[in-house]
Nanobody
Framework: QVQLVESGGGLVQAGGSLRLSCAASGRTFSIYGMGWFRQAPGKEREFVGAIRWSGGRTSYGDSAKGRFTISGDNAKNTVYLQMNSLKSEDTAVYYC???????????WGQGTQVTVSS
């Protein structure tokens, strides 16, 4: 199995920035990509962004485009989420996830809280 640990969450004012990190351990040979989802109270889990190790192709959800950047280090099995121009609507628990070769998201971290204040 794979274990994921997120870090970097916290409290930030609107317009500020945060960088989240997620490190994977365990059966990391099975990881073909990594990404981020988020979930605010009373809402469904939402796709934020992902990166595939082969070629480094990235994809983003609509709320992240133009403000957030996904990057990663395959050798370290680590993914990052740089979040700029944060809004109160970005307040959520952010979850790290892994992708299998099929593209399925299969393992999940416990989440890190991001709170954006006005």
């Amino acid at each position: 199995q794979v274990q994921l640990v997120e870090s970097g969450g916290g409290l930030v004012q609107a317009g500020g920035s945060l960088r989240l990190s997620c490190a994977a351990s365990g059966r990391t040979f099975s990881i073909y990509g990594m990404g981020w989802f988020r979930q605010a109270p009373g809402k469904e889990r939402e796709f934020v962004g992902a990166i595939r190790w082969s070629g480094g192709r990235t994809s983003y959800g609509d709320s992240a485009k133009g403000r957030f950047t996904i990057s990663g280090d395959n050798a370290k099995n680590t993914v990052y989420l740089q979040m700029n121009s944060l809004k109160s609507e970005d307040t959520a628990v952010y979850y790290c996830t892994t992708q299998a070769a099929s593209g399925k998201y299969n393992y999940w971290g416990q989440g890190t809280q991001v709170t954006v204040s006005s």
